[in-house]
């Protein structure tokens, strides 16, 4: 059954797998007369790769991407941009010790369940490298979206395990965030997460933790009554992302602790117009944005892949132990901040161009 | 844009505002030859209602289903399933001082911002009777599900404001949880809960609170990979209820301040092949069903209407205040659990027909 | 399977059987603020009605509409827009000899292939009566393209067995049309048509023939290169209606006797840009729309459904024959006019506005 | 907005320019277990290339495929299968004299009125090279349906010009059909409509025609009723192939002259159950396969491209002529049946796939 898909307007399709000939997306809907920095999409690219800190994987990877279509003259021409970055390291032989069992907190085994067969190295399709695709897809969403609206959007780390950073949504900018390995705008969390992930991977551990993403800049009215809401298609999309276990918009979990009265967010007079005094909507009410900044949250587990030895099964079903070999990032969190940013990006594009087709009449 | 339907290949659409001829659900794609209790369908619907305790709106509704299209002889034809409620109490005029005025942390001034337009009576089609048609058709996939893999699906009251119950997902039953009108299945909690509801209800406030689901029985390999993962799609139908503000599945956020060592689910040998020793998974890896239990966690913010007075501003952009008139529910969680049963029991049913379609070959 | 549905973002879902509670639609997509004329809703409907005359069959319904949702104060909310016609004339008795035998050239045998299962009574969801829906939404089709671009949409009846009316696509009027019961704007083959009719009739027989529609004021631009072609989707649309076997768009057939060099439609210096001199394509060239008149013509077999006597099998197999019983069309063309036009409108809308989502960017 | 994606549940879609790197297409919801045969890929692709006798155009082309993801150890994975072909021949400064002006009856008007922006070298996306990638998806839906349920489907030329073949479509295989280069298994006619394109060469004309397509062994039950009826899919399918003007199914528009006692086809006891003994519906009934042959014919225009001067307009609109330059095919006719059979393939293993999903109860 068709999988691979995401959006409705800007519709963005993924393929390919981590041992196989690359990976690739295309966006099919991208409107004409764009003028498309692909530097901009490579730079997007080279924030997600492995090998950028002694935090994360050392992989040695290029993933350069090459536009196979929907271009001319440096425009997007409103057919589909296909984009492929092809594999390079590709020592299949590394995996053969996965063949036949299944790694605890993956996805060997579910896609056993699903398939009857899958491709065992590196985790075939459930692989990272699945979201490259994404990232160079939400590139060119952001340069929509800035083109168009002046929409802006800015992922970041603010908490692995159990360090909590303290980062204001609404003025942090790129450039504290990218001024930390971590990811992490606050400096002092920055500094204990990085000892907190050289522990973990010193005791063959991993860690967790949660992205937050703000949106601004966001014309109100994107967003769908009923099931299309904003909101819930910003959960799907960031549950779509590995690893992901939780979502929160706005006051999240922790609004449900407070009473209405002081949960509520008074509108006031605002040189626009309405706007809401306080945000703990998160931006969006009713599933539809409400020109505040959008404000979410995405929990990552701690990485399935560690080097201690666990229990777990063969494929045959008989109980056996199994430990990583290799190199493994300890914690995905830092990683992760490109891929919450590009299903922003996607969801966000997508619902500007619904609304588009909306405004038909006077 | 399209916005009122859910599903691919059991696509429940509904239609309807609070205060025009009735609320309805079209289900299209219902595999044919289903014998259909429709007093089980509307048994669902009672307990979505309110007036049922207390505890809840005592606004007064039959909300009685009307078939309009296929079923013959009690059997469904493979053809849509239309189902209707009228509605009863039309005292559009109780709505008139809302006219003109944008209610806190509602969707009135984004319907406005969306469709330059709106009903003002009972939130149109923001209003909650909205789910009437979920409700109907998630009874319907209930009976599919049953009939077809003995899926079982079952929700409850978790949280109310700082009240915190302790209930075992894997034995809990439906008499546990309609033991007591919060639908809250540890009494003690559920009495806390009670005396908190009904003081909010006397300081003119609200309370907010999360409902946790759990599908027992769940056959390994459902859900897609990438983008349509079962989590995902699970978020999206849950972030689409009303009032919603965060999801999570198994550990959720919790689970990010764990190590990997600690959270990954060990498998073991189990009777009918590999099951994990633990569930932090909540019954989901790689964005497919492993056989354990699903269980995901849904908040609720406050309810937006409370009888306090509150700043806000008029269509016209005048500070103002407001303050609700009539009976409203100070604490919405009680009639959620039928919703969120229902988002679960929609998603599974059409993950189940996505994944027959998939399993062609020998 | 999901199959009730047409169209993107203009989205159309028809419900109901022959002998149920009633038929009906939802419209999901439609934009808000559209000031609804429901009378002209209506008198579509009665031009699709049978009993219009004593060329169509006789049976008495009054199919009137009722809007269950979407509208308020007369305008459209842009949110879901449901109607319903009940069923008036429901003598299912008179079904039951076909319980048990399939009639040649319907779908008796191809719904018990695929169900495994059927509602007999009057064809059940394979009826003429499921246009009903249709009809009613491309009346509301009609009114929203009329406002936002000045397109109009009129069909006619252009051939009836051996006769072919002579009529010019460019200059005929819905006066013209609605002239004469057979709905062929040609006079002298309107009475050479009326006659065949009822010969037909008398010989226990059937006819068939074509109808020729034609849509003006179309915005060049409207279609999708590749799968979505105008044409493509309007093939696909004039497809669905009950009995049609043909479907050509400018030359058609007619044009594989040409040569290039005859066929091409010369560009030529417009008041308003390029223009065609001549229309063989149809106004639509490479699945796109060119400003020109859309022309299509759609092929409908004569009506299965015949008082001779003719052989069949029942539903276990074994060989009979089969008399239809009662009142029946001898010929349906007159009465598909409606629904041809009713079909060019929803694909119209549906690229109306998917080309609105695409004029993003200046 | 999206428009280079068919089918719902195997689901194609295509990418890629004239004059770009190259043209692909992603095949998502192939199931799992596929044994794929590659030379039978490429033997498809090579029936569509250019330059396979002298009534083609001798554009040399390697059309090479490439597969990037979805195969593991030869057998489909389940997940997207992507294939590229890139492209050789790049003379781009060869469409220089087509920058400014308009050539009648292509799609280069009406890209710019849609897009304000086009690729004009060599129709960029609106070249037949496109249609690579359908025919390299629909060579997977023949294997799949082969494996699955034995369904062959053959295509051939049966009209060019006012040339008519004599055909059986019952018998006619795919030597008879590959045994002369212009795919017309008529001998005589064959020989008659060499003779036409290569005089229509002479003149700087072009000729149209005719490919009628059989699908065998289709299990009864496959199509959906109302909108996705599987004539419906097919009429888009074909309507969406480049050139063609017209669709039919079983008697099509010839069926519209006869009456109805003579066109119904009666239904006879057969050895696995009901048959018709005729076959004028097509394979066809309400929508849906009844286990009969299924065949079609499609309408091809006269190709638009000619060596003789023509009247058009520059892209500002003034009065100018154009002629062709170089190797152009006089007759798209041969080269069309591949993709006829593609189309056929494709909306087959679509339909297929969606009815498995409706099977799922006892």
Chains 1, 2, 3, 4 share one sequence.
């Not at 979410?296 to 587990?301: L, Q, S, T």
Request: glycine share 12%; proline share 6%.
């Amino acid at each position: 059954m068709v999988s691979s898909s995401f959006g409705t307007l800007f519709r963005v399709s993924t393929f390919g797998e981590s041992h196989g000939v690359g990976v690739g997306v295309t966006v099919d809907g991208c409107p004409p007369r764009l003028a498309l920095d692909m530097d901009a999409v490579q730079a997007d690219l080279d924030r997600r790769r492995p090998g950028q800190s002694r935090l994360v994987t050392q992989r040695a990877e290029g993933d350069v991407v090459e536009v196979l279509s929907g271009l001319y003259e440096g425009r997007t021409t409103g057919t589909p941009i296909a984009m492929l970055v092809r594999n390079a390291d590709q020592n299949s032989g590394a995996y053969d010790h996965l063949k036949d069992v299944y790694r605890p907190s993956h996805a060997d085994f579910t896609y056993d369940a699903k398939y009857g067969f899958r491709d065992h190295r590196g985790g075939g399709r459930s692989s990272a490298r699945e979201t490259i695709g994404r990232v160079a897809a939400g590139a060119i969403a952001r340069q929509l979206l800035a083109a168009s609206s002046g929409v802006e959007v800015l992922g970041w780390v603010s908490q692995v395990h159990d360090i909590d950073a303290t980062v204001d949504p609404t003025t942090v900018t790129l450039d504290d965030v990218e001024a930390d390995p971590t990811r992490c705008p606050d400096p002092d969390a920055a500094a204990a997460m990085t000892a907190a992930i050289e522990q973990a991977r010193r005791d063959g551990d991993s860690l967790g933790g949660v992205v937050t993403v703000v949106a601004r800049n966001v014309p109100a009215g994107l967003g769908e009554p009923v099931f299309d809401k904003l909101d819930a298609d910003l959960a799907k999309a960031m549950m779509s992302l590995p690893a992901s276990k939780g979502f929160e918009v706005g006051s999240g979990f922790a609004g449900t602790r407070m009473t209405g009265l002081a949960h509520n967010d008074p509108f006031v007079p605002g040189p626009d117009g309405p706007m809401t005094a306080t945000n703990r909507s998160g931006g969006v009410q009713g599933g539809i944005s409400n020109g505040a900044d959008i404000v979410c949250r995405v929990a990552f587990k701690p990485t399935g892949t560690i080097a201690s030895e666990q229990r777990t099964v063969t494929t045959d079903g008989v109980a056996t132990t199994l430990a990583a070999r290799g190199r493994h990032d300890p914690c995905v969190l830092p990683r992760a901040v490109p891929l919450v940013e590009a299903m922003m990006l996607l969801t966000l594009a997508d619902h500007l161009l619904r609304q588009r087709a909306i405004d038909l009449l006077p």
